[in-house]
């Protein structure tokens, strides 16, 4: 049996490693997010000028210095998301950005995969990056003016093996509902002390990628598992989680769109 210091010890280094920004790096929902005014969504056309929309848009973002990006953004959006793309390339160089396209929607939006990993190193640790997201673009004059995201949920470990976990956490839910947000280890701890905790972002911490502070408890060996409660109005949730153990650290990020009917879901 582990004592407890062997499970806590890790948070005073991550603490000290990342400071306020820990989660703040995982906040990946606002960087291809821009603020959407009142625009007509205007139709992407035939399903290759799409492909050849989006793939110029990965090739952008995977290049060093994201050369390309701002000739894909309209002007007014342009330097919104810029900053954001910079400061999470400060905080992972190394990421890789997979993107895929659907065929356009009835209204001219364009569904989106995002798929993103990184590493980045501090302090002799190790940190690895694992991002999904689901979005709709939307297009003006051929260029990107904004975007609907419909998913999104992110991964950050430390650890000296691979952690596998698995987010129980659905993607979206009713207005005043209850829900689970469950963040399931894959591989059993056996007599391994386990801490954890959950915490709602506002839409500020979103926007600006700041960090919470989240209270640690001691769980059970199995993971976090937490009931909620969906606000009584429609629009988003996001949590963010972690889990701390002798192994390492894992961060988690997740979205939940809060919907008014049963077909939204």
């Not at 501090?122 to 690895?128: A, G, I, P, T, V």
Request: proline share 6%; hydrophobic share 45%; glycine share 10%.
């Amino acid at each position: 049996m582990l004592a407890t210091v062997d499970v806590l010890q890790p948070l005073s280094r991550i603490g000290s490693i990342l400071g306020r920004s820990s989660l703040g790096s995982l906040m990946l929902g606002t960087l291809l997010s821009v603020a959407v005014s009142p625009l007509a969504w205007a139709p992407v056309g035939a399903s290759t000028e799409g492909q050849e929309l989006v793939g110029r848009l990965e090739q952008a973002l995977n290049a060093p210095d994201q050369a390309g990006l701002d000739d894909l953004i309209v002007p007014q959006q342009r330097d919104q998301l810029l900053l954001r793309l910079r400061r999470f390339a400060q905080r992972f160089p190394n990421a890789r950005w997979r993107l895929s396209v659907g065929s356009p929607l009835a209204d001219g939006r364009l569904p989106v995969g995002v798929a993103i990993t990184g590493t980045t190193e501090k302090d002799d640790l190790l940190f690895s990056l694992d991002a999904r997201q689901q979005l709709t673009l939307i297009t003006e004059g051929g260029l990107i003016s904004g975007q609907e995201l419909r998913q999104d949920q992110s991964v950050l470990a430390s650890s000296r093996e691979p952690i596998a976990v698995t987010l129980l956490i659905p993607d979206a839910v009713l207005t005043g509902s209850r829900y689970d947000v469950d963040v399931v280890l894959d591989e059993p701890l056996g007599d391994a002390l386990l801490a954890g905790g959950l915490t709602g972002l506002t839409p500020l911490q979103v926007r600006e990628q700041r960090s919470p502070d989240i209270q640690l408890e001691p769980l059970g060996g199995g993971g976090l598992f937490k009931s909620v409660q969906a606000p009584f109005q429609a629009g988003v949730q996001t949590w963010a989680a972690m889990l701390v153990h002798p192994d390492g650290v894992i961060t988690v990020t997740k979205q939940v769109r809060v919907v008014n009917e049963q077909s939204e879901l």
